[in-house]
């Protein structure tokens, strides 16, 4: 099923297999999309970039048929001018997404999501047809995935290539990636990087969506950059340098944030000290990290990076060690005993773990600061939305109103009022476990930004990042996780580069 069409020498000579031109789509008075003009390529893939709100996930969505535009028009080649009535009729014309929410029914096999739809009414279920066809589709593409497997057993790696196949079985030649590798390994990342290349090889047109640069360098042929629901620049991937590329997504030039720089370094007094603690996830971990300081942790998922920031903030109990704050002893039985020690945890999983969407800004800032907004129990609500409305202009959040429900702000400013939430406690050690992660360019470099001046201030910030530039962008030592143990730490100095990291990462995982 993908089997290898062959291409023409230049892939801008063919014809677009998906055309959309003058795409406006309005919602409550926001105007999303502004007259969007997007070619689609077989044989290429084609990156959408632009912040969290540019429109990207709202044209996916036009292009899908999960919404209407208001304006503008969509054509397939060969077919002309068509309407997309929804995700059936989409799939019906070779459309697949591949969505951080993937449309699949996990208690369903792999066989039976592959085909799903495909029958109507009271008609029966030709299964050993469609496992048949399944199949073939797998051997090409995931051979080591079984028909019969339920869903549910799948990692998300693997969902991902049975949303791919659900493509595929319909004839699919546009395929739209939207922030595929947000919850996969960097091993996962590389497989399904093959899985795009075979896709583009076999003459599919691909869209990528993602706020991860060193992915649209290692994956794209052509970009598209939206800003406020207009195109600002398209064109070939090599007609842009990365700072390039920031500045048309932000909109102003990011270079002091985003610089390669490296921070200078710090002596001072240990804020906070771990001698050789141990949990159930980690062993003998010793780290102390001065006043103005930041330190990063690397290592692959599972290394027990996140178990170490755990331990900090009394989540995972000590089974050894133990673990000071100020030059004083400390017991960290429950968060709640971090708090009172000056430790604030702003976890991965910004909406299962530290925001309620549904709620406003104002609450979701209250959180955790009841002791300072309340008395016996009952809440001060003048003096919360003063202080709140204080961290609003001072972290530049947006919208700007305290009232405004947190599902409605970008990832960046959620992470910003979360970071405030914490400013408002009074806690000196910060830990970041992935905080940029869903985050575009310009909120990152607002990021990096405030973690520089959390540190400047006199914190201790402990950093966990996948991201090995944003480590060296931003911390002054990094320390390296394998095993559940702190192998290794080093200074961030002039020679400390990427490669390096990942020798080093490569050889305690050897050790």
């Not at 230049?10 to 008075?29: N, Q, W, Y």
């Not at 929804?86 to 019906?92: F, I, Q």
């Amino acid at each position: 099923m993908l089997s290898v069409i062959p291409q023409a020498e230049d892939g801008e000579s063919r014809p677009p297999a998906l055309r959309m031109t003058g795409i406006a789509k309005r919602f409550a008075g926001v105007q999303a999309l502004k007259g969007v003009d997007l070619d689609l390529r077989g044989g290429q893939v084609h990156a959408l970039l632009g912040e969290n709100g540019a429109g990207k996930s709202t044209l996916m969505k036009v292009m899908f048929g999960i919404v209407q535009p208001d304006e503008g028009a969509i054509a397939l080649d060969p077919r002309g001018a068509v309407r997309i009535d929804g995700p059936r009729d989409a799939l019906a014309m070779g459309i697949g997404l591949v969505s951080q929410e993937l449309s699949l029914v996990p208690q369903l096999d792999v066989a039976q999501n592959i085909f799903l739809g495909r029958t109507r009414g009271l008609k029966l279920v030709p299964r050993v047809g469609f496992r048949r066809q399944a199949r073939a589709i797998l051997d090409d593409l995931a051979p080591h995935l079984h028909t019969d497997t339920p869903v549910a057993a799948l990692g998300m790696a693997d969902r991902q290539l049975v949303e791919i196949s659900r493509t595929l079985a319909r004839g699919g030649r546009i395929i739209a990636f939207d922030e595929p590798t947000s919850s996969l390994t960097p091993a996962e990342q590389e497989s399904l990087f093959a899985v795009i290349r075979r896709l583009r090889a076999a003459g599919k047109a691909i869209v990528y969506i993602s706020h991860r640069m060193n992915e649209i360098r290692a994956i794209a042929d052509r970009v598209t950059i939206l800003r406020d629901g207009e195109v600002v620049a398209s064109g070939p991937i090599g007609d842009y340098s990365e700072a390039r590329l920031n500045e048309l997504i932000a909109g102003r030039e990011l270079s002091r944030e985003m610089s390669a720089e490296k921070p200078a370094p710090v002596a001072s007094a240990p804020v906070i000290e771990l001698r050789g603690i141990s949990t159930a996830r980690i062993a003998d971990v010793s780290l102390a990290i001065g006043a103005g300081e930041i330190v990063g942790l690397s290592g692959l998922v599972g290394s027990g990076r996140s178990a170490i920031l755990r331990a900090c903030f009394g989540i995972d109990a000590l089974s050894g060690g133990e673990i000071g704050i100020a030059g004083r002893r400390v017991t960290l039985g429950t968060p709640a005993d971090a708090m009172r020690a000056g430790i604030a945890l702003i976890p991965e999983d910004r909406r299962g773990h530290a925001i309620v969407p549904m709620m406003d800004v104002e609450r979701n800032f209250g959180l955790g600061n009841h002791d300072r907004f309340a008395s016996l129990g009952v809440i001060k609500g003048a003096e919360r939305q003063r202080v709140a409305r204080r961290y609003v202009d001072e972290l530049h959040i947006r919208p700007a109103s305290i009232g405004t429900e947190m599902r409605n702000l970008s990832g960046g400013n959620q992470q910003k009022v979360v970071i405030a939430r914490w400013l408002a406690t009074g806690a000196r050690v910060f830990l970041f476990d992935e905080p940029t992660r869903g985050i575009d360019v310009g909120a990152k470099a607002e990021i990096y930004a405030l973690l520089r001046r959390l540190a400047a201030d006199g914190a201790a910030l402990l950093v966990v990042s996948s991201e090995l530039p944003e480590l060296l962008l931003i911390c002054h030592r990094i320390g390296i996780v394998s095993g559940g143990r702190l192998r290794n730490i080093v200074d961030n100095d002039a020679g400390l580069t990427e490669e390096r990291l990942i020798a080093l990462a490569a050889r305690e995982d050897n050790s």
